[in-house]
């Protein structure tokens, strides 16, 4: 794959999988360029990261609005940060849960403490959740790791 603009060559990429490798890197100022004009593009580009990878067309109507320090705003060269800032992700796909049987999946939370405590005294809570059937249910607990003493024997149906 390559990214033309007029007849230069931008950017290339390898087709890997169902990947494309970018093979691209920041161009090089030439030699041939002379130290005013060299220090004039890296401003462009300093200003360009500072201000969030802004782009050109709107740093030169900053510029014209005097807010870079009388700075004139040249061409932008490759900037891989701005396209890897604009590629699209997938999502991970939703998780499903497909139980047969009754203890297939189990689903426990235990949340506190909350700042009011139960009737019973307890300041944290267990919830569970069968996976195949019906059965929810939450209980109290007096500490983190410990069940309220009304609790040992917990029947689920």
Same mark, same amino acid.
């Given at each position: 794959?390559?990214?033309?603009?007029?007849?230069?060559?931008?950017?290339?990429?390898?087709?890997?999988?169902?990947?494309?490798?970018?093979?691209?890197?920041?161009?090089?100022?030439?030699?041939?360029?002379?130290?005013?004009?060299? /220090?004039?593009?890296?401003?462009?580009r300093l200003w360009h990261m500072r201000l969030g990878h802004m782009s050109e067309r709107g740093?030169?109507?900053?510029?014209?609005?005097?807010?870079? *320090?009388? /700075?004139?705003?040249?061409?932008?060269?490759?900037?891989? #940060?701005?396209?890897?800032?604009? #590629? #699209?992700?997938?999502?991970?796909?939703?998780?499903? #849960?497909?139980?047969?049987?009754?203890?297939?999946?189990?689903?426990?939370?235990?949340?506190?403490?909350? *700042?009011?405590?139960?009737?019973?005294?307890?300041?944290?809570?267990l919830y569970i959740s069968v996976g195949c059937s019906v059965v929810r249910s939450v209980t109290?607990?007096?500490?983190?790791?410990?069940?309220?003493?009304?609790?040992?024997?917990?029947?689920?149906?």
């Open positions: 794959m390559e990214i033309s603009k007029g007849s230069t060559i931008v950017i290339r990429g390898i087709k890997k999988g169902n990947l494309y490798m970018l093979q691209g890197s920041t161009n090089l100022i030439s030699e041939s360029i002379s130290v005013a004009d060299k /220090h004039t593009l890296d401003l462009t740093m030169m109507v900053l510029s014209k609005q005097k807010l870079l *320090r009388d /700075h004139t705003v040249k061409e932008l060269k490759f900037c891989e #940060h701005c396209v890897l800032g604009k #590629h #699209h992700r997938i999502k991970f796909p939703k998780a499903q #849960h497909t139980t047969k049987s009754t203890l297939d999946y189990v689903h426990s939370n235990c949340w506190g403490p909350s *700042r009011v405590p139960s009737l019973g005294g307890g300041r944290y809570f109290t607990m007096t500490g983190r790791y410990k069940s309220h003493p009304n609790n040992k024997n917990i029947k689920y149906y």
